[in-house]
């Protein structure tokens, strides 16, 4: 199972940019690394998703290295409602593959 | 979201007790899974439904039971609750596996006491 790691915990502030890490060291050839964002007492929601290099919608950019063996989420301009958990996912297809892990507790100041 | 409902939000049960949760769509998506979610741990994979009577074990099956005799609706029960099945429950639907299209519901609020 492919296992993700990210940091516990962030801080920053509005409008600067925001890049949350995911190391994800055995990645297998068929999966898709996911992003997903959860409000407090609220299911999480879809982000973003990539295989590899770069890709960008309206809310994130994905960065994929070469190796794949990490993810960078990047929140350009952050604001207050941006504070929220971010999660990493690694997987193909099988739901029962897919670890969510504890996430990324984003806090955005003033 | 509008496409997928959990009933109840909030429950308070006994320890030994059944309790069912209900996870209802309307968007006639194949896929339907249930999760728990607990401090430091993330959200967990209980069962997930692949169609009508189609039904698989997540990472945390054991003490849950599930069932779908219609496509709308995930049913996910506790045989007999214990305070270890405390947690938030959420139910997600999507029409593929890829992890781009799963819609949560807004969760169900589970006390064992």
């Known amino acids: 199972l492919a296992k993700t790691t990210q940091p516990i915990s962030m801080d920053s502030y509005e409008g600067q940019e925001v890049n949350i890490t995911c190391s994800h060291n055995n990645i297998a050839t068929n999966d898709y690394i996911t992003w997903y964002q959860q409000f407090p007492s609220q299911g999480p929601r879809f982000i973003i998703q990539?295989?590899?290099t770069k890709v960008t919608n309206e809310v994130a950019s994905l960065f994929i290295p070469a190796d794949r063996k990490s993810s960078t989420l990047s929140l350009p301009r952050v604001s207050l409602s941006d504070t929220a958990v971010y999660y990493c996912?690694?997987?193909?297809?099988?739901?029962?593959?897919?670890?969510f892990g504890s996430g990324t507790r984003l806090s955005i100041r003033p | 979201d509008a496409g997928i409902t959990q009933s109840p939000r909030h429950k308070v049960t006994e320890t030994g007790t059944p309790v069912t949760l209900r996870c209802h769509q309307t968007?006639?998506?194949?896929?339907m899974y249930w999760y728990r979610q607990d401090p430091g741990h993330g959200l967990r994979l209980i069962h997930y439904?692949?169609?009508?009577?189609?039904?698989d074990k997540g990472e945390v099956s054991d003490g849950y039971s599930v069932s779908r005799s219609k496509t709308e609706d995930f049913l996910l029960t506790l045989e007999s609750a214990t305070s270890s099945q405390t947690s938030v429950y959420f139910c997600?639907?999507?029409?593929?596996?890829?992890?781009?299209?799963?819609?949560f519901g807004s969760g169900t609020r589970l006390t064992v006491v």
């Open positions: 439904s692949y169609g009508v009577k189609d039904t």
């Open positions: 990539g295989y590899k």
């Open positions: 996912l690694v997987g193909g297809s099988s739901a029962s593959k897919i670890i």
């Open positions: 997600a639907i999507s029409e593929g596996q890829l992890m781009d299209g799963y819609t």
């Open positions: 968007e006639n998506h194949r896929y």
